[in-house]
Nanobody, 125 residues
Framework: VQLVESGGGSVQSGGSLRLSCAAS????????MGWFRQAPGKEREGVAA???????EYSDSVKGRFTISQDNAQSTLYLQMNSLKPEDTAMYYC????????????????????WGQGTQVTVSS
């Protein structure tokens, strides 16, 4: 399984970015995917997830500002990020898990077995 993120960059506070994650090399019938981020000196945290049935989950810190989606073929995952804040600055990672996700654990990194290399998002004040 290969996951390749793109779309990161530098933006001013209040701006928007759209991250993409191209997925390839898997034959699972059902795949759940998520976005995680890690800022320097901090632990990796779950940002948003979409399970194999299309249900979404967001962390409280991004709810109402970020939107996770994927194309019909489930080959590309997106994260639309609006109203960005300096505290959103981090390396953002795409992750995939075969099958569904355990309710309540959608944003737990241990649930995912495949990871991309990350794309940097920097928000300046």
């Amino acid at each position: 399984v290969q996951l390749v993120e793109s779309g990161g960059g530098s933006v001013q506070s209040g701006g928007s970015l759209r991250l993409s994650c191209a997925a390839s090399g898997y034959t699972y019938r059902r795949v759940s995917m998520g976005w995680f981020r890690q800022a320097p000196g901090k632990e990796r945290e779950g940002v948003a997830a979409i399970d194999s049935d299309g249900r979404t989950e967001y962390s409280d810190s991004v709810k109402g500002r970020f939107t996770i989606s994927q194309d019909n073929a489930q080959s590309t995952l997106y994260l639309q990020m609006n109203s960005l804040k300096p505290e959103d600055t981090a390396m953002y990672y795409c992750a995939a898990s075969p099958g569904g996700l355990i309710p309540g654990f959608e944003l737990v990194s241990a649930m995912y077995g495949h990871w991309g290399q990350g794309t940097q998002v920097t928000v300046s004040s």
